[in-house]
C-alpha cells in the first residue's frame, strides 16, 4: 500500500470511469500526493462529438464495463469537491481519440456494436455466420474511408474541447 503523501503524481488512466465510486477513488489518490502533488486523470468525454454521433453505439460508452460517464463540466466538479484545482484541460489524445470516432462512425452502419474492435480481439461469439459476412463487408468497404474522415473529425473536436477522451490535470 501507498503511504499517505509520498507521491508527486498519481495518474487514473482510463480506469475511473470503471470504478463503482469515482469520489471515494479520487480522495484515495488525493490521500498518496504530496502538497502542490499532482492528479491526472483520463477518461471518456460524454459532451464529446463521438458521443453525440454515437448515442448508444459510441465507441466509449460500453456498458457495463464504464459504470460512470463524465463531461468536462462533472469531472472538474468532482475534482474540486475532494479539494483539488484544476489546472488543465485537454482533448487532443491521439492514442485514443482517432480510434474511437473511426470506430463510432462504423457503429453508425454496422449491424454489431464495435464491430471492427471486437473482430480484432477476437471476440464476436455469439454473433451469427451473415452477420459477421454483412458487417465485415460494410467495414471493408467504410472503414478505409473513414481513416480518413475519423482524425479530421476528431481534430476539429479536439480543438473545440469536445474530443471523445479528456484529460484533467489537478492540484
Known amino acids: 500500500a501507498v503511504k499517505a503523501r509520498t507521491e508527486d503524481a498519481v495518474v487514473i488512466w482510463h480506469a475511473l470511469e470503471h470504478t463503482d465510486d469515482p469520489r471515494a477513488t479520487v480522495v484515495r489518490a488525493r490521500e498518496w500526493l504530496v502538497p502542490g502533488g499532482r492528479l491526472v486523470v483520463a477518461v471518456p468525454d460524454l459532451a464529446s462529438l463521438q458521443a453525440r ?51 463510432t462512425l462504423l457503429n453508425r ?14 471476440d464476436l461469439d455469439g454473433v451469427g455466420k451473415p452477420a459477421i459476412a454483412r458487417d465485415l463487408l460494410i467495414t471493408a468497404i467504410a472503414g478505409p474511408l473513414l481513416v480518413a474522415v475519423a482524425p479530421a473529425l476528431e481534430l476539429a473536436a479536439g480543438l473545440a474541447g469536445r474530443g471523445g477522451s479528456m484529460v484533467v490535470e489537478a492540484i
Open 53 to 103: 454521433i454515437g448515442g448508444d453505439r459510441w465507441f466509449h460508452q460500453d456498458v457495463p464495463r464504464h459504470r460512470t460517464h463524465f463531461t468536462r463540466a462533472g469531472l472538474v466538479s468532482l475534482l474540486e469537491r475532494t479539494g483539488l484545482r484544476v489546472v488543465r484541460v485537454r482533448h487532443l489524445l491521439v492514442e485514443q481519440n482517432p480510434l474511437g470516432m473511426w470506430q
Open 109 to 122: 452502419l454496422t449491424g454489431e456494436r464495435d464491430f471492427a474492435f471486437r473482430l480484432i480481439k477476437g
